[in-house]
């Protein structure tokens, strides 16, 4: 049974960090994209930043770009999100993903594999 467990969720204040963390089981994902996707109270699931197999392209909404950053360790079967300068509107409830086929997976309906959330609330 596959399953995405995601942590390091958290409160932080306006400027501050977080490094979010996902571990993977059941099977094996290092040839696919794997990313994060993130739902705000009201708002849809939006695509945050993925990273292809090898790690070597990276991929991020242009709300995140420069604050940002993905990782993934193949060996561990594990993807991670380093997020600086948080901003109060990147508070959301943080999905880790992996796409559906061998390419990335922006949208919704290209995610294979769900985690089951963390919450990261940035405060002003």
């Known amino acids: 049974q596959v399953q995405l467990v995601e942590s390091g969720g958290g409160l932080v204040q306006a400027g501050g960090s977080l490094r979010l963390s996902c571990a993977a089981s059941?099977?094996?994902?290092?040839?696919?994209?794997m990313g994060w996707f993130r739902q705000a109270p009201g708002k849809e699931r939006e695509f945050v930043a993925a990273?292809?197999?090898?790690?070597?392209?990276?991929y991020y909404a242009d709300s995140v770009k420069g604050r940002f950053t993905i990782s993934r360790d193949n060996a561990e079967n594990a993807v991670y999100l380093q997020m600086n300068s948080l901003k109060p509107e990147d508070t959301a409830v943080y999905y880790c993903a992996v796409s559906k086929f061998l390419n990335i997976a922006r949208r919704v309906g290209d995610v294979g594999y769900w985690g089951q959330g963390t919450q990261v609330t940035v405060s002003s």
């Open positions: 990273i292809s197999w090898s790690g070597g392209n990276t």
């Open positions: 059941g099977r094996t994902f290092s040839t696919y994209f």
